[in-house]
């Protein structure tokens, strides 16, 4: 079952690249007191989450944040080294958090996966943003078409924002 607004965000464990290497970070620790957008993309380096989707969360971050969000974080079904050459060569200059849900235990658990697709080769995440407040789902928005992000992009979060 897909997670809806009202719900809170399912407990999973996320991979991050740190100045140490490889570290962790969950859900609660990303969400607790905090409202953030987390937005879910197919696969780091893909044309629609490299060059569309993440690129409008780079571009409008300050405006995010000025309007609230303490944290913006972009969430992958690849390995933590794919997502740290992912960071590195989108100059996000630390505006937006990796997430590596290596297993899909999160999308899997909220009920976002996608696939096995034959291209990705495995359960992917569906491409999808949200706000959490405090870990609670306060808006949700899921491409219908995995090759668009027109209702999942920074705009449809700042209008949701208000």
Same mark, same amino acid.
């Given at each position: 079952?897909?997670? /809806?607004? $009202?719900?809170?965000? !399912?407990?999973? &464990?996320? /991979? ?5 290497? !490889? $570290? ?14 987390? #937005? +879910? %993309?197919?696969? @780091? ?12 969360? %780079? ?5 995010? /944040?000025? /309007?609230? %969000?303490?944290?913006? @974080?972009?969430? &992958? ?11 590195? *060569? &989108?100059?996000? *200059? +630390?505006?937006?958090?990796?997430? &590596? ?11 976002? $996966? ?5 291209? #990705? ?6 491409? #999808? ?9 306060? #808006?949700? *928005? ?21």
């Amino acid at each position: 079952m897909t997670i /809806k607004v $009202g719900d809170r965000l !399912p407990e999973a &464990s996320f /991979k991050v690249m740190t100045a140490d290497g !490889p $570290g962790e970070i969950s859900t609660s620790d990303l969400t607790s007191g905090k409202t953030v957008v987390l #937005f +879910g %993309v197919p696969g @780091a380096f893909t044309p629609t989450c490299h060059m569309n989707h993440l690129p409008g969360f %780079v571009e409008h971050a300050e405006t995010l /944040k000025g /309007k609230g %969000v303490d944290e913006i @974080a972009v969430l &992958s079904v690849n390995d933590v080294f794919v997502m740290d050459a992912w960071e590195k *060569a &989108s100059n996000t *200059a +630390g505006q937006i958090q990796f997430l &590596s849900d290596t297993a899909a235990e999160f999308v899997e658990a909220a009920g976002l $996966g996608l696939g096995p697709a034959p291209i #990705f080769g495995h359960l992917r995440s569906q491409r #999808f943003a949200l706000i959490a407040k405090d870990g609670e789902v306060t #808006f949700l *928005a899921i491409e219908e078409t995995p090759g668009e992000a027109t209702k999942t992009g920074a705009a449809a979060i700042l209008e949701a924002l208000g």
